[in-house]
């Protein structure tokens, strides 16, 4: 009778352990994935706005259209999507070293300050404000909207014009790829100006 007794009890002791095992298990389940959907939901969020700019970006190809909208955001001065494309240059233009050339552009807003920068298309990487004879901060006036350059003594090849600022607000914006040439040697003034007025667009 004793052992039955002693039978009955373990197997309750078993039972009951399992059962408490079991629920504290479930409930340590369902509390992991409170927590992790809870943490999916703010990920979401938080990479859901820079997910959304980066392909509004990708959308447009900068080579293709020659120009890239910048997004909103509540930490730039204006609210307003800015939007500029270069008149001139345009693409396969050829622009001679130490000839002026009016840079144009048609703009979503007046342009006062513009940061710009000349850019190697085969490095990738800047020319100094020094060496390519374009300053890398521009007041522009209201009329007429461009900024007049004169091209310095850069290697003559594949180039581009690129804006990060306007107006003091972030941007991103490029010019088509034209080309920088030197002038025939052994050409006098006059020759000169007749190039470089031919040259202008």
């Known amino acids: 009778m004793k052992s039955w007794i002693r039978i009955t009890l373990v197997i309750s002791v078993l039972i009951g352990g399992t059962t408490s095992f079991g ?10 994935f409170d927590n992790l959907s809870a943490s999916n939901l703010a990920n979401t969020h938080s990479v859901y706005p820079s997910f959304k700019q980066n392909a509004g970006l990708a959308s447009t190809s900068p080579e293709i259209s020659g120009e890239l909208a910048t997004s909103t955001d509540s930490r730039q001065a204006t609210s307003t999507d800015l939007k500029l494309s270069f008149t001139f240059p345009q693409k396969d ?43 890398k901060e521009n007041t522009i006036e209201k ?52 190039i470089c007025r031919e040259s202008s667009g």
Do not use: H, M
Request: glycine share 10%; hydrophobic share 35%.
């Open 93 to 135: 233009t050829e622009v001679y070293i130490g000839c002026t050339y009016p840079i144009s552009w048609q703009s979503s807003t007046t342009i006062n300050l513009l940061e710009a920068s000349l850019i190697d298309a085969g490095t990738r990487e800047a020319v100094g404000p020094k060496t390519g004879g374009l300053a």
């Open 23 to 32: 629920y504290w298990s479930i409930n340590q389940f369902d509390s992991a």
């Open 143 to 194: 009329e007429p909207q461009n900024l007049n350059w004169k091209v310095g003594f850069v290697w003559p090849g594949a180039y581009y014009i690129k804006v990060s600022k306007i107006n003091g607000v972030e941007a991103e914006f490029r010019s088509k790829t034209f080309q920088i040439g030197k002038l025939p040697e052994g050409i006098n003034e006059e020759e000169k100006i007749n």
